[in-house]
């Protein structure tokens, strides 16, 4: 940048006897102002996508698996292009702990979550009127009625939204599952997001 200054006040210098000098001093200038925001426009696009494969490579290859609150792991399903699954449960629930323990522990379910998924957890008994979903805030009794897809169910429920950057239909499947069936699942739910 500095080197491309001094070359336009050099090629200015030269041209200052003349009429036309405040001018043509004016559109180099402008001219290496829009060369600079340029390549400045260039690096951030190469850094965000940069960053984005760091975040999807991080993602895929954790050990652990990472539930997120809704407002971060909904940004974070669309930004990814990842399935969002919303493991919706409350405190008192007993089957919503046995699937904590016995399914959400599982290598295999975890290496198939983390490699597909970005999970939510999502208690709708928490008072919460702070939830983003797209351009709205929404409280928690109305995401429930959106993720159990106008459906009364019970506890847990695992919810999958496929595309959560388009509008449409939810997989809403309630009750408690084994990990050898989950994993069945969610190899139906990763099918579908192929297809689709």
């Known amino acids: 940048m500095v080197k491309m200054l001094a070359i336009i006040n050099y090629l200015c210098s030269i041209v200052m006897k003349s009429i036309f000098y405040k001018s043509i001093r004016a559109g180099i200038?402008?001219?290496?102002?829009?060369?600079?925001?340029?390549?400045?426009?260039?690096?951030?696009?190469?850094?965000?996508s940069q960053t984005i494969n760091e975040e999807l490579k991080n993602h895929e290859t954790a050990a652990e698996l990472t539930f997120y609150d809704w407002n971060t792991g909904y940004?974070?399903?669309k930004r990814?292009?990842?399935?969002?699954?919303?493991?919706?449960?409350?405190d008192w629930c007993y089957y919503c702990k046995v699937m904590d323990k016995n399914t959400y522990s599982d290598?295999?379910?975890i290496d198939s979550l983390n490699k597909n998924f970005v999970c939510v957890k999502f208690n709708p008994e928490i008072k919460n009127d702070s939830l983003v979903f797209d351009a709205t805030v929404v409280n928690n009794k109305a995401l429930l009625t959106f993720l159990f897809d106008n459906r009364s169910n019970g506890f847990p429920t695992t919810t999958f939204w496929i595309n959560p950057s388009k509008s449409e239909k939810l997989e809403v499947v309630p009750g408690y599952m084994e990990p050898k069936a989950f994993?069945?699942?969610l190899n139906e739910i990763v099918t579908k997001k192929k297809a689709s």
Do not use: E, P
């Open 107 to 109: 290598k295999t379910v």
């Open 183 to 185: 994993i069945g699942l």
């Open 29 to 48: 200038m402008i001219m290496a102002f829009a060369l600079f925001a340029c390549n400045t426009q260039k690096k951030n696009l190469k850094n965000d």
């Open 75 to 77: 940004l974070k399903a």
């Open 80 to 90: 990814l292009n990842k399935i969002l699954l919303v493991d919706v449960y409350t």
